[in-house]
């Protein structure tokens, strides 16, 4: 049990939302601090009804601190990290810089809490797309070890930050008001989100894949401990504004059947089945925006190669995605 803490990035999106997920799920705590830019310093925010002061994110401000929350742009994880870690105990990070460094645990607690308690005072929270993924994946690989997954995904404008929700509305606004003419300055993205789909998200990386794309395999793998699984990965962002959905195909060496696949999502800790396509009942961003859980539903055996098991899947990428995984972590110590 940590009793000093921190919240790095406490103005951005996620860093809001894990403030708000620290007060529903009172995390216990003596005292607590947040930091952001030096744009934010000295601005004031409100926690559990009580006002604080946002302080600049320099190493000093670290000192006294215990354990560390962390949501921020890559560059200010690489630049805060290595001297706040000098201080603290624990930094749980949320950025994409540290998950793939060999000496740092990648953990969603539902599936590898041992590998947190291996930390050597830092944690990775892995990306949004990977989460929800990987906590669908694991009971089917539990039973029946997966050889290869197709994934693709449709994702919100929120997990490009305050910034892609304000280009999804304002794009929109435009499109609507001059007849289907997107008139508007795209601030984050390079396309039109509104009325759109575009088919990159992130940096160009080897083979003509993305960032993005790349992160589904390489912490899919890491997260569960098997770098012989393959992954076929494909990113979209769409006009949604929260909430990421994916179509998922799990091929295993052992056969899982449509009804057994629903046994063991209905198992997972954090995982609801909605699977009822006579019903229209399957999970929708607008239903599954600010809940905690993985949503799974079309569950149906594939068509196209023996042991193989597709289904359409949802979560609340800033939640369960970002805030809520993070925060998750935190209460693996703070019991
Ligand atoms: P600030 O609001 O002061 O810029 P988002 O993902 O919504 O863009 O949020 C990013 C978070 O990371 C914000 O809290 C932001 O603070 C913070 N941040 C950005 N750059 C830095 C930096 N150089 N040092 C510390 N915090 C930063």
């Known amino acids: 049990m940590y009793d000093h803490l921190a919240v790095v990035g406490a103005t951005g999106a996620v860093g809001t939302l894990i403030l708000r997920i620290l007060e529903e799920r009172n995390v216990p705590f003596k005292t607590i601090k947040f930091l952001a830019s030096k744009r ?14 946002i302080e600049d994110t320099t190493p000093a401000a670290f000192d006294g601190v215990q354990l560390v929350i962390a949501s921020t742009p890559d560059d ?31 953990v969603i607690p539902e599936v590898n809490p041992d590998a947190a308690l291996k930390h050597k005072g830092l944690i990775s929270s892995p990306n949004c797309s990977t989460t929800q993924l990987v906590v669908a994946v694991k009971p089917l690989h539990d039973y029946g070890k997966v050889k290869r997954i197709v994934v693709s995904t449709y994702q919100a404008v929120s997990g490009a930050g305050l910034v892609g929700t304000r280009d999804l509305l304002g794009g929109a606004k435009s499109y609507l008001e001059n007849d289907g003419v997107d008139k508007y300055e795209y601030e984050n993205f390079g396309a039109p989100i509104a009325f759109n789909c575009l088919p990159q998200i992130g940096g160009v990386k080897e083979n003509g894949y993305t960032s993005e794309e790349l992160k ?37 060496e052992k056969k899982i059947t449509a009804d057994k696949a629903r046994e063991l999502f209905a198992a997972m800790p954090g995982v609801v089945v909605m699977d009822d396509i006579d019903k229209k009942v399957y999970p929708m ?51």
């Open 40 to 53: 934010s310093a000295g601005n004031k925010l409100l926690f559990k009804g009580k006002e604080y002061i």
């Open 76 to 106: 200010t994880a690489r630049d805060f990290v290595p001297e706040a870690r000098k201080r603290v105990d624990l930094i749980i990070d949320e950025s994409g810089y540290w998950r793939m460094n060999p000496e740092v645990p990648l």
């Open 216 to 252: 589904l395999l390489y912490e899919t793998r890491k997260i569960l401990g098997d770098d012989t699984i393959k992954v076929c990965p494909t990113a979209v962002r769409v006009p949604v504004a929260n909430c990421h959905s994916e179509s998922i195909l799990v091929e295993t």
């Open 285 to 335: 961003p607008n239903v599954c925006t600010g809940r905690d859980e993985v949503f799974v539903g079309r569950i149906r055996e594939d068509l196209s190669c023996e042991n193989g098991i597709t289904f359409w899947c949802v979560s609340d990428n800033l939640r369960k995605g970002a805030a809520t995984n993070a925060v998750q972590i935190a209460e693996l110590f703070q019991k």
